[in-house]
């Protein structure tokens, strides 16, 4: 799916907000264009430094998303982050970050540092960049504590890192919001490239259990004393016990494994219905697009018309110098070189 191009990321990037759905949605975009990691990280970078203070932490948030989201597609960028975050602190630092700044800025560090995004050594590079003291070991407990007290201590950290990972506080252009999820741990929605698409409504079109007539029929024609527990005081003798036990054996089988097919086909389905919501939601966002591309160029589009048509009168209305009249027309010839300097005799 293309789409990507450097203006069109500077658009998004100034109609980034700190919401959530605003920063999922521009990270999976940015995601789902991960084979330009290269080029969005420096325009990231170049950006952070313009945008104003109140919207850096934005930025921030946004590189996070990615950095999470993009693990299980690939490493391109969460190495290509960790090659200039420690530059993107220090400018957070110099540009006097308050206390909540520094708060959001600092819980960011110690979620990439639990669940391992980066190494020890990156993360005190980044603590030093942002002028943070780096973590201190845990204290030991006390031996003189209860049960009730070492269970307290147990679960608090527990209730905190819950609290913290699902709800931050920012101040955005002087309002201070509210905002759920600083980063999921899985992608909210993870496009699929069309062929991968194409490839499951395959997979599911040669996987119609449900439409299978001739087991339907098979299972329809089977006999009633196969299902009713009632009609077994009708069996009188050895040899009807065994033929409606190998009766009941048969139809035990076909139905199971009728049963795990329409479960497949379940499963598959619900897969489907994914995978065509993310796309199209993808090809929603890349209609919007596409139609203001249109809108401007057809307004591009318009200016050169005019100025062609400008252009067309304004030659008319010139000289034409082809047609000048010949100003030499009853002129005696000028004399040549050698006339000039004829000896007389």
């Known amino acids: ?19 959530t759905q605003s920063i999922q949605t521009l990270s999976f975009w940015l995601i789902h264009h991960r ?16 945008v104003k203070d109140t919207k850096k932490l934005t930025f921030m948030y946004l590189a996070n998303d990615v950095i999470q989201n993009s693990r299980k597609k690939g490493p391109e960028f969460g190495k290509e982050f ?7 602190f220090e400018h ?4 006097g970050y308050d206390e909540k700044m520094k708060s959001s800025l600092s819980r960011l560090l110690a979620i990439w540092d639990e669940r391992g995004i980066y190494d020890e050594l990156q993360l005190t590079e980044f603590k030093q960049a942002l002028l943070l003291p780096p973590k201190k070991p845990p204290l030991k407990r006390a031996k003189t504590d209860n049960h009730e007290n070492a269970k307290k201590h147990k679960a608090s950290p527990n209730r905190e890192r819950k609290k ?50 001739v087991v339907r029929q098979k299972v329809s024609q089977l006999p009633r004393s196969v299902s009713d527990i009632t009609l077994l005081d009708e069996i009188q003798d050895r040899n009807s016990a065994d033929k409606l036990n ?29 995978m065509l919501g993310d796309f199209l939601q993808v090809q929603k966002e890349l209609l919007s697009q596409a139609e203001q591309a249109l809108e ?50």
């Not at 591009?300 to 005019?306: G, M, S, T």
């Not at 047609?323 to 300097?341: E, I, K």
Request: aromatic residues 4%.
């Open 35 to 50: 084979k330009h990691h290269v080029q969005i990280v420096k325009t990231w970078y170049k950006e952070l430094h313009k």
């Open 82 to 88: 960790g090659v200039i975050l420690a530059k993107a």
């Open 164 to 213: 913290s990972e699902t709800e931050v506080t920012v101040e955005v252009d002087g309002t201070v919001e509210t905002h759920v999820h600083l980063s999921p741990r899985t992608p909210a929605t993870d496009p699929p490239e069309p062929e991968e698409l194409v490839k499951a409504l395959q997979e599911l079109e040669g996987n119609l259990a449900s439409a299978d007539e």
């Open 92 to 95: 957070l630092s110099s540009i």
């Open 246 to 274: 190998a009766q009941v054996n048969d139809a035990v089988k076909l139905i199971s494994d009728y049963n795990d097919r329409l479960a497949k086909e379940v499963e598959l389905r619900k897969k489907v219905t994914v």
């Open 1 to 19: 799916m293309s789409g990507f191009t450097e203006s069109a990321f500077l658009k998004k990037l100034a109609e980034c907000n700190n919401s």
């Open 296 to 345: 401007e160029y057809q307004d591009r589009l318009q200016k050169v018309f005019a100025v062609r048509q400008e252009l067309r009168t304004h030659i008319r209305n010139l000289p034409d110098l082809t047609r000048l009249p010949d100003v030499t027309h009853g002129l005696s010839p000028l004399p040549s070189a050698g006339d000039l300097f004829k000896i007389p005799n």
